[in-house]
């Protein structure tokens, strides 16, 4: 019986040690995104972007800057579209907050944007 026990265990293992070796490993865009410190002096936000080769004003598909009402509708609209929050802080200056997103993304899709965003 424990030596069952002990080869069902074993095989278990290496099983999981497998799986663990074929797992593919995950990708990821990185964007930051910035808008003013100082919240309470704003009616509405524009959102910067910093996708690692431009770093431009948030726009909808007709190409129009996109105010938000508060930073929290504007961190809605990103997770709506894709992105996930990966950290978060102030400029050194303190001038501008800042969420450091990702959207998981192929090999392929990773290796275009690091050849991209060098020169």
């Not at 997770?79 to 950290?87: A, P, V």
Request: charged content about 20%.
């Amino acid at each position: 019986m424990i030596k069952k026990t002990l080869l069902l265990l074993i095989i278990f293992g290496f099983s999981l040690f497998v799986s663990a070796q074929t797992e593919e490993k995950q990708y990821y865009i990185y964007n930051i995104f910035s808008l003013p410190s100082n919240l309470t002096l704003h009616t509405g936000y524009y959102i910067t972007v910093d996708d690692g080769m431009l770093i431009y004003t948030l726009r909808d598909e007709n190409d129009k800057r996109i105010k938000f009402n508060t930073p929290a509708a504007a961190l809605m609209y990103l997770f709506s579209i894709g992105w996930e929050l990966y950290e978060t802080g102030t400029a050194s200056d303190a001038a501008q907050l800042y969420w450091i997103m990702r959207r998981p993304c192929t090999k392929d899709e990773f290796d275009k944007a690091v050849k991209k965003s060098i020169w």
